[in-house]
C-alpha cells in the first residue's frame, strides 16, 4: 500500500519517533512530526491540516536527515501547508494568516518588514494583543524600524513569486 504526498509515500514511515526526537520546535508543536505521519496513515487529513505544525515547522530538515526509511517530512510538510492555505477556516487560522503576511511582505519588500507583520498579524488574527504592546516598545526604543526598507533585487524576489503563482494555476488548469 502506498499513500504519496508531494511524492513521499507516507507509509514508508514505521514510528521510530527518530524525526520528532530530532526537532528543534517539537515543544510548540501541537502534534508532534511522527504523529503527522501516523495521521497521514490513518487518513486523518482534517486533524493535521487544522495542526499548528505544520506552520510551526521550520523546514529545517533535522527530521529527515536522521529518519532511518528515508521520509521527507519538510517536503510532506509543504504540500500540506498549500493544503492548509485553502482552508478559509479551523483552528490554524492564525498561523495561516502570519504565514501569509509573511510572504507578502517578502513578496512586496524583498524582505520581512517585522513591524508591519506584527500589525497585520494583529488585525488578521485580534489575538495578538501582546504582541502589539510589544512592538510599539521595540518602536519607541528604537529596536524596530517604523517604515519599510527594501532590497535592491526585490523585483527578482517578485518575480520568484510570479513564477510560482503562474505555475499554480498553470496546475490548476490541467
Ligand atoms: S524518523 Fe522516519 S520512520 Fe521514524 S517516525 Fe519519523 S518519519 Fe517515521
Ligand atoms: S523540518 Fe520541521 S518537523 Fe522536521 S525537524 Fe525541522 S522543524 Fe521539525
Known amino acids: ?7 513521499m509515500d507516507v507509509y514508508a514511515c514505521y514510528q521510530c519517533g527518530k524525526c520528532s526526537a530530532s526537532c528543534p520546535v517539537y515543544f510548540a508543536m501541537d502534534i508532534l512530526p511522527h504523529q503527522i505521519l501516523r495521521l497521514l496513515q490513518i487518513g486523518e487529513m482534517d486533524q493535521v491540516l487544522d ?3 505544520i506552520w510551526l515547522c521550520t523546514l529545517c530538515s533535522a ?4 529518519c532511518p526509511r528515508g521520509v521527507d517530512l519538510p517536503v510532506i510538510i509543504e504540500e500540506l ?11 490554524g487560522r492564525s498561523q495561516r494568516a502570519f504565514h501569509n503576511s509573511v510572504l507578502r511582505s ?6 520581512v518588514y517585522k513591524a508591519g507583520l506584527a500589525v497585520s498579524g494583529h ?3 485580534g489575538s495578538r494583543q501582546r ?8 518602536l519607541k526604543r528604537g529596536k524596530l524600524r517604523m517604515w519599510p526598507s527594501r532590497i535592491r533585487g526585490r523585483l527578482v524576489v517578485r518575480g520568484f513569486f510570479q513564477r510560482v503563482q503562474a505555475g499554480q494555476e498553470g496546475e490548476k488548469d490541467v
Open 106 to 111: 517578502l513578496e512586496r519588500h524583498g524582505r
Open 81 to 91: 501547508r498549500r493544503a492548509g492555505l485553502r482552508r478559509v477556516s479551523g483552528p
Open 131 to 138: 504582541d502589539a504592546r510589544l512592538v510599539l516598545a521595540l
Open 63 to 66: 527530521c529527515s536527515t536522521r
Open 123 to 125: 488585525l488578521s488574527t
Open 1 to 7: 500500500m502506498s499513500m504519496l504526498v508531494n511524492g
Open 51 to 53: 495542526c499548528e505544525s
